[in-house]
């Protein structure tokens, strides 16, 4: 194959992987909002909260936005009730958010939608 063929390939590619990853983000946004007043953002802050409480700095790469995107969302996520903050424990300097049981029963309420609209869109049924 040449170099040529390859780049075209290799595009093609990309642009449907972009494609396919917006299409999926946009469903989920849809459905989150529509069904349980959540952003996909604040949906994986309270997925990863779920078992165990985190540094911001450690949640930051773990959601993939930026720290003061992240500041937003766990703040949105704080006025309504769903997590909290506090000094870490093991290092006074840093704040570690956490889910309350209110945000564990949304997050509950929501992970079946979540799991549906992947199912739907990624086409893998389960």
Do not use: F, N
Not at 15 to 22: C, K, N, Q, S, V
Not at 30 to 51: F, I, K, M, N
Not at 79 to 96: F, K, N, Q, T, Y
Request: net charge neutral; proline share 2%.
């Amino acid at each position: 194959m040449s170099d040529s063929l390859k780049e075209q390939a290799l595009l093609r590619d990309w642009h449907a992987l972009r494609e396919r990853h917006t299409l999926t983000a946009s469903a989920l946004e849809r459905a989150l909002e529509t069904e349980h007043e959540l952003g996909v953002s604040e949906y994986e802050v309270l997925e990863r909260l779920v078992d165990d409480s985190c540094r911001m700095q450690t949640l930051c790469g773990m959601v993939h936005l930026s720290q003061s995107a992240l500041s937003r969302v766990v703040g949105r996520l704080e006025s309504a009730g769903l997590v909290e903050r506090a000094i870490c424990p093991e290092d006074r300097r840093g704040i570690a958010a956490r889910i309350t049981p209110a945000g564990r029963a949304r997050y509950e309420a929501a992970r079946p939608t979540h799991r549906r609209v992947l199912a739907e869109a990624l086409g893998s049924g389960a």
